[in-house]
């Protein structure tokens, strides 16, 4: 293909602008058509130079100065030359474009050519007459002035070197001394010692168990005060005067006792009031078995009541005169003489459980010095001073043996010494001959072949107390099962290895059986059934065996029904001990008596080791009040 190329480059290698190739152009022909031009003279510029700077005359002129130029003419024609430049930008993308869009076929590779109009539309090919996709159109983008320039390799570029440390697109990473002349590190707080935290820790903790025991405190406060609500309006239901006067009675004592154990401000004024009605609605009570034990049941409430000289005077218990006056006055109400030294014997217990073992002997003597002979249902004769100087001496006893302390042992040996002030030794009962024995000095030589049924239990229960168990039970073995005294003689064993302290649950619990097959049917042992029943509770036989044993207390008058009573209380106290459900179901057997179903139960429940515990005490006091009311006046 020809093309014209300058006159200039005749004779040199150019390349085809089509194709490429390299040729050499040709040198122009003689016999051009362009007309010849004459040669033009040479002038003379160093001749022209002078004249123009001499003006002709030969003298030095400058040259004139350009005409000015007009600051908007100066403008216009910049904006003129800008306007030109943007123009042949726009016509030469204009032109760069194309005029249709060419492709080939998806399916059979045809070329083909359509209008701009049908990018992105779909057209039927030409060859195959399948619809296919139009593409858009290719474009070209003008130069970028952005684009880096492409310089041979021989040229520098003058380019500022960047300042050290400085950021720009490129960087990925920022130098540490970067960040600090720029103050963008973050700070880092110094650890915190470990002292310093558990310190921390240890305020933060005491903060919680402040609120926690502030919160505990109100919560208890509260519970006081709702409880104390329930008491009194158990006691205005039973206000009633055609209520039975006893279950008044019990239910002011348990009253008392239940609003002297709350934290209440100036409690003692109503315990006392409590107290004083309670002995009141006793008072009015008639004369019968029921009044005794419902008697004996305040007494050792009183008794537990009593504190120290310092609790009197912090107003936390009333006074002990006041107390042991009303504690007189309740066995005064206790018509049997055995079941007030049984409730002498409660008393004794509950007064040494509140440290009060002085006032316990000078409470015995107030109560039980001068009285006089009596004689059971049986016909034996009972020595009140006597028996009761023994039971003082054996609770002291006991209780210096369990906790170990001289003192109360002490105290034993005095009282055991005062026997003999008060009586003779032949005609000392079974407790006072267990008592005066327990010394293991010379005793009356008839003691030694106990010849009467007093000496021979009295003899096992000093051997049993003194620790000789063994040569107490050979006592026991030696005597005939049909002989009264056999019953008698293992309740003494019982009562001596209680003393002793080697009332082994399993050895006591043997002595429970045996007693329960030789007294069934036989009520003149129903006091001493009572007495092994206590031991048993104390010595930890279980809740079904005491069962049993009130099963052999088959009377039906008064004093069995309520003999057979108080062992089942007996029961169910050790079933509390045992964490057993409280079973009240029994409430309204018929061989149940009032007092023992509807009054002691709150109070043992309550025991030590019990599942009721302290600030329960008053929960029970009112279910025990409820069941009161069905109950007809007795």
Known sequence: KAFKAPDHLAGKKVSCPSCKVVGTVPATSPDTSSPAVAPVPKLDTETMRKQAQTNGSGKHQPAPPPPPIDPEEQLRREADAMQSLLDDERQAAEASQAKSIDFECDNCGEPISVALDQAGKRTPCPSCARIVKVPAPARRDSADW?????????????????????????????????????DALPVRKAPVPLATRVRQYLLVAAVLAIAGVIGLSFMRGRSRTIEAGKVETVLADIADPGKNKLDKAALE?????????????????????????????????????????????????????MGSNEDEKDGKKPQANFLQRTIGTCLGKIDDAEWRLDAWGRICRALLASEQSERMVVLEGQIFRGQ???????????????????????????EGNRKNRD???????????????????????????????????????????????????????????????????????????????????????AEGMLVAG??????????????????????????????????????????????????????????????????????????????????????????????????????????PGGPMGDGQGTELFARMGRLMPPFAIR
Do not use: C
């Open 146 to 182: 952005k684009a880096k320039p492409q310089f041979a390799s021989a040229v520098k570029l003058q380019t500022e070197e960047k300042p050290e440390g400085a950021w720009d697109a490129t960087s990925k990473l920022v130098s540490r001394e970067a960040l600090e002349d720029a």
């Open 407 to 493: 003192d109360l042992k002490e105290m034993a040996l005095r009282s055991a010494e005062s026997l003999k002030s008060r009586g003779e030794p032949s005609t000392f009962p079974s407790l006072a001959i267990g008592l005066y024995g327990w010394r293991g000095k010379e005793l009356p030589g008839s003691w030694g072949v106990a010849k009467s049924d007093p000496e021979q239990s009295g003899i096992v229960l000093a051997r049993a107390a003194q620790g000789n168990i063994e040569a107490a039970r050979k006592i026991v073995d030696g005597i005939a099962n049909e002989a009264p005294e056999a019953v008698r003689a293992r309740v003494a064993l």
């Open 253 to 305: 004592m348990m009253a008392a006792r239940a609003l002297l154990e709350q934290e209440i401000p100036n409690k003692l004024k109503t315990v006392e009031k409590h107290i004083s009605q309670a002995i009141a609605a006793l008072n009015e009570s008639p004369a019968s078995t029921a009044r005794g034990l419902v008697a004996a049941d305040m007494a050792e409430n009183l008794a537990a009541m």
């Open 502 to 607: 080697k009332a082994d649950s399993d050895a006591i619990k043997k002595i429970v059986d045996d007693v329960s097959k030789l007294s069934r049917g036989r009520t003149m042992f129903a006091m001493h059934i009572l007495r092994l029943a206590r031991v048993a509770e104390r010595s930890g036989v279980p809740q079904e065996s005491l069962k049993n044993l009130a099963g052999t207390v088959t009377g039906t008058d008064s004093y069995d029904v309520e003999v057979r009573g108080a062992i089942l209380v007996t029961s169910l106290s050790r079933g509390i001990m045992e964490k057993q459900p409280l079973d009240s179901a029994p409430v309204d057997a018929k061989l149940w008596s009032a007092w023992a179903t509807k009054t002691r139960l709150a109070l043992l429940a309550r025991a």
């Open 372 to 398: 006089a002979r009596q004689t059971n249902r049986n016909n034996e004769t009972i020595q009140p001073e006597l028996e009761a100087a023994a039971i003082s001496g054996l609770a002291l006893l006991e």
